[in-house]
T-cell receptor, first 113, second 114 residues
Framework: GENVEQHPSTLSVQEGDSAVIKCTYSDSASNYFPWYKQELGKRPQLIIDIRSNVGEKKDQRIAVTLNKTAKHFSLHITETQPEDSAVYFCAASKRGRDDKIIFGKGTRLHILP | ETGVTQTPRHLVMGMTNKKSLKCEQHLGHNAMYWYKQSAKKPLELMFVYNFKEQTENNSVPSRFSPECPNSSHLFLHLHTLQPEDSALYLC?????????????FGPGTRLTVT
């Protein structure tokens, strides 16, 4: 089955600098890669996703890149702000009604003042 | 945010108790999920229901029993739990359960087993 590894588990970044979180997946058939953000005490919420027919996707300060050959994808946050402090989860799944989504273990991002 | 609601928000129960968690979604979705979130295994998928049919049981112990009476409601019945079952239980829904659907999470039920 699919296995998703996420690194680092904790990341501290100076406000204004960039943050990068990396994930690898094992099932080459996976074709959908969402990223969820979970603020302290709140529910996870989708912030960006990418499908396997695209190599990069950007939405304002966040971007995701996908390398299908290497089976890894990354989340990039530029010009970090205090409100970016949260736990970020990557996930991978493949198209199919009964296929399940597998989440990484999460990265706790701290934005330092 | 009222798309996916969960009750109760907090629950403390003894190992011999029987309780139920409730989830309701108001998004017109057809798939619903139960996740367990703990320090050891964040966002661990437990059950998936597609169009009211259980399509996934991720090796969950039988002391957890899901029920999906319709596509808007999902229950998790709990009995004879163990202290290690203490965790945040998150419900989620998506349009039709195919991968490529955004999952909308509820606020969770913080469960403590004493």
């Amino acid at each position: 089955g699919e296995n998703v590894e996420q690194h680092p588990s904790t990341l501290s970044v100076q406000e204004g600098d960039s943050a990068v979180i990396k994930c690898t997946y094992s099932d080459s058939a996976s074709n959908y890669f969402p990223w969820y953000k979970q603020e302290l005490g709140k529910r996870p919420q989708l912030i960006i996703d990418i499908r396997s027919n695209v190599g990069e996707k950007k939405d304002q300060r966040i971007a995701v890149t996908l390398n299908k050959t290497a089976k890894h994808f990354s989340l990039h946050i530029t010009e970090t702000q205090p409100e970016d402090s949260a736990v970020y989860f990557c996930a991978a799944s493949k198209r199919g009604r009964d296929d399940k989504i597998i989440f990484g273990k999460g990265t706790r991002l701290h934005i330092l003042p | 945010e009222t798309g996916v609601t969960q009750t109760p928000r907090h629950l403390v129960m003894g190992m011999t108790n029987k309780k139920s968690l409730k989830c309701e979604q108001h998004l017109g979705h057809n798939a619903m999920y139960w996740y367990k979130q703990s320090a050891k295994k964040p966002l661990e998928l437990m059950f998936v229901y597609n169009f009211k049919e259980q399509t996934e049981n991720n090796s969950v112990p039988s002391r957890f029993s899901p029920e999906c009476p319709n596509s808007s409601h999902l229950f998790l019945h709990l009995h004879t739990l163990q202290p290690e079952d203490s965790a945040l239980y998150l419900c989620a829904s998506s349009q039709d359960g195919t991968s490529g659907d955004e999952q909308y999470f509820g606020p969770g039920t913080r469960l403590t087993v004493t």
